[in-house]
């Protein structure tokens, strides 16, 4: 792999802050502009239903919003990360189901008000009105889709199951678009307003099927790539090297996840996110993965030659935010496979990497580790052991004071476990490392 350049960044917006900055500025600017035409657009029948509408606009804004957060957008995704616009997602779902529920009960209540009839009544009479019919399955498919994603259910699904209803998502999308565009006094309370609607629900459109479908399938079809070579690790982590055409015009870094499936060897729906564990270069791609599931554990039977499909790359996990010259990279387990390969692009500045373990005989890429950091003059501190033994905590602050004494001057980058990664997280704060030079990314589907 030929190793690609490392600057540290200086004298900049951080690249999250100018994303983040750039995405309320987005919400901002479409908050003004919806209470604009509400207030342009008159009243309802009533006062229940004008607030009715109110609620209406903003669920459509909303809705819009959720798409633009999933359509896997490159500008967004390497600025902040699949894993947090994702945790946003799950928020503004939820935020938009109350919206909806609320938008739709203040209807009800409006009509029923204004023909002196009860609200079951008037909820079986606008059943009956085609615009109304196609919102009620809107929400209806909005509150299935919140129910299977509570946490409690969440951990019952396969993800399989789970992402196959959560694909309901689209069908409330389209519902909901034929139900706004059959409210007239939404679509064409003037000239403006039917432009600018038009405008938003195309580009989040555009946005989501050119980054969830268009962009997949044309790097595929350009890339063509193929398997070159499953290489055995231990007895339960396996390598696999993929090759393909001008990889060197893949718009990869170091740090970054792919999510992999391997056509004819597993179903298509059985798609893992790994992250690169080489350096990306014209050589090709390499995924170290551990055996904790059957697709993961099938990957030493992937025939060598077979075609690879490949989405990607994506996250945050690079040295795109590097604002500091020395850096403290931690791993834990099979987490040290980003790592590496940042080890791979450093070409500058003081590192130190954390390797956590259980024992040496599990650490994986180990050899590699020590190579790359002999080579940059890094340093190497290997934890092994059971968590909590001795009674002291590995990430404690003490211990990470301990071992990298100026730990407040360094960027530091986390990759581990779930509970590995709030324990050092949680020994970063007390250490009162600034947040803006954390970095950790919990890699996976979205």
Same mark, same amino acid.
């Given at each position: ?6 600057? /540290? ?17 987005? #919400? ?11 207030? %342009?657009?008159? *009243? @309802? =029948? ?55 529920? &609320?938008?739709? &009960? ?14 079951? =009544?008037?909820?079986?009479?606008? %059943? ?20 299977? *994603? &509570? ?26 678009? /034929? ?9 064409? *309370? %003037? ?35 193929? /398997? ?13 090297? !993929?090759? @393909?055409?001008? $990889?060197? =015009?893949?718009?990869? +870094? ?35 993965? =551990?055996? #904790?599931?059957?697709? %993961? ?21 690079? *040295? ?8 403290? $990279? ?16 450093? &070409?500058?500045?003081? #590192? ?23 080579? +940059? ?8 052991? +059971? ?24 960027? !530091? ?34």
């Amino acid at each position: 792999m030929t190793a690609a350049s490392n600057t /540290v960044r200086t004298g900049t917006i951080p690249p999250v802050d100018a994303a983040r900055w750039a995405m309320w500025m987005f #919400v901002l600017v479409n908050v003004v502009i919806v209470e604009a035409l509400f207030l %342009s657009a008159g *009243s @309802g =029948k009533n006062g229940v239903l004008t607030v009715a509408k109110f609620f209406g606009l903003h669920a459509a804004l909303l809705l819009l919003f959720q798409l633009l957060l999933v359509a896997r957008l490159p500008w967004l995704d390497r600025r902040i990360g699949m894993d947090r616009l994702t945790v946003w997602h799950r928020w503004v779902g939820f935020t938009l189901l109350w919206t909806v529920l &609320t938008h739709a &009960t203040l209807v009800v209540l409006g009509y029923a008000t204004l023909d002196d009839a009860s609200m079951g =009544k008037t909820f079986v009479a606008l %059943s009956g009105v085609p615009a109304s019919l196609l919102g009620m399955l809107a929400a209806a498919l909005l509150v299935v889709i919140a129910t299977i *994603s &509570t946490r409690p259910l969440r951990r019952r699904l396969r993800y399989e199951v789970w992402h196959g209803l959560h694909l309901l998502l689209y069908v409330a999308l389209g519902l909901s678009f /034929v139900h706004q565009l059959q409210e007239t006094t939404t679509f064409t *309370s %003037s000239a403006f307003a039917t432009a600018y609607w038009w405008i938003l629900w195309l580009f989040a459109f555009g946005a989501l099927l050119t980054g969830r479908v268009v962009m997949p399938l044309w790097r595929n079809a350009y890339h063509q790539f193929r /398997v070159a070579a499953v290489v055995p690790e231990s007895d339960n982590v396996v390598s696999v090297y !993929v090759t @393909g055409r001008h $990889l060197d =015009k893949l718009p990869a +870094r170091a740090g970054q996840f792919c999510i992999w499936r391997f056509p004819g060897h597993n179903h298509w729906w059985l798609a893992n996110p790994f992250s690169l564990s080489a350096a990306p270069g014209a050589q090709g791609l390499r995924l170290t993965a =551990k055996a #904790v599931g059957s697709a %993961s554990a099938g990957l030493r039977y992937v025939p060598v030659g077979s075609r690879a499909f490949v989405e990607g790359p994506y996250g945050a996990f690079t *040295s795109l935010h590097r604002s500091r010259p020395g850096a403290l $990279l931690i791993a834990g387990g099979v987490g040290i496979t980003p790592v590496r390969a940042m080890l791979e692009e450093q &070409t500058g500045g003081d #590192v130190v990497v954390l390797y956590r373990v259980r024992s040496e005989a599990d650490a994986v890429l180990l050899d590699e580790v020590r190579h790359l950091l002999a080579l +940059r003059g890094g340093r190497l501190h290997l934890l092994t052991g +059971r968590t909590g033994q001795n009674g002291v905590p590995p990430f404690g602050p003490g211990i990470l004071h301990q071992l990298v004494p100026d730990i407040t001057a360094r960027d !530091v980058y986390v990759c581990g476990p779930p509970a590995m990664t709030r324990a050092v997280l949680s020994g970063l704060r007390d250490l009162r490392v600034p947040a803006r030079q954390v970095h950790a990314e919990r890699f996976g589907l979205a």
